[in-house]
């Protein structure tokens, strides 16, 4: 059983709709990451937190929100979305930011913007 | 921005055949990591290595620094490690993140 969960597991949307994902970790870690994964294309870093402020923001349109709350939490929030981004988002945690530090990731929320 | 090859993209085995993944990456590096991620999307981290060798149950991942290339081998291979398997790099520390190859596509037939 995964420490880390995402809700929902799959959502469709409309261009005009706003929506947002969740992550929650139950591991006590202190870095959580936000990835999208399109079809046939390499896994690629959208935002990092550590201790719930973002540390990394990789050119990512602002239709795409990332909040933190607290270092439990990461919500992605979504509004005015293209049928581009239809992809599988994943959230991972680890216990400090850095890439030696083992990520574990979520079962991720398959998206499709119609 | 390192460059992460991987090979093969698909590969298709018999039951019990031994499995090699290769990885190859441009830029010297602090960390490599090989993931598993399952047809329902969710992905598990194998290893995490920065030299030499690492060996769980019927998993090995291997690297060789001045080659810049690991590979990740399965032994008596099982239709349940039918799997992508990705290769992911960190060149530096902070938040850099990591750079994740296009993932070999494993199917392991009974």
């Known amino acids: 059983e995964t420490g880390v969960t995402q809700t929902p597991r799959h959502l469709v949307m409309g261009m005009t709709n706003k929506k947002s994902l969740k992550c929650e970790q139950h591991?006590?870690?202190?870095?959580m990451y936000w990835y999208k994964q399109s079809a046939k294309k390499p896994l690629e870093l959208m935002f990092v937190y550590s201790l719930e402020e973002r540390v990394e923001n990789n050119s990512v349109p602002s239709r795409f929100s990332p909040e933190c709350p607290n270092s439990s939490h990461l919500f992605l929030h979504l509004h005015t979305l293209q049928p581009e981004d239809s992809a599988l988002y994943l959230c991972?945690?680890?216990?400090?930011?850095?890439?030696?530090?083992?990520?574990?990731f979520g079962p991720g929320t398959r998206l499709t913007v119609t | 921005k390192n460059e992460v090859e991987q090979s093969p993209q698909n590969l298709t085995a018999q039951e019990g055949e031994f499995i090699t993944i290769n990885c190859s990456y441009s830029?010297?590096?602090?960390?490599l990591h090989w993931l598993q991620q399952h047809p329902g999307g969710g992905i598990v981290s194998l290893f995490m290595?920065?030299?030499g060798k690492k060996k769980h149950g019927r998993l090995i991942a291997t690297i060789n620094i001045q080659e810049k290339h690991s590979s990740l081998h399965i032994t008596a291979s099982h239709p349940r490690d039918s799997a992508v398997y990705i290769c992911?790099?960190?060149?530096?520390?902070?938040?850099?993140?990591?750079?994740f190859g296009k993932g070999t596509h494993l199917i392991i037939q009974p």
């Open positions: 992911a790099v960190a060149s530096g520390g902070g938040a850099d993140g990591l750079t």
């Open positions: 991972a945690s680890s216990q400090e930011m850095g890439v030696s530090y083992e990520q574990y």
């Open positions: 830029v010297g590096i602090s960390a």
């Open positions: 290595l920065s030299s």
């Open positions: 591991l006590g870690h202190n870095a």
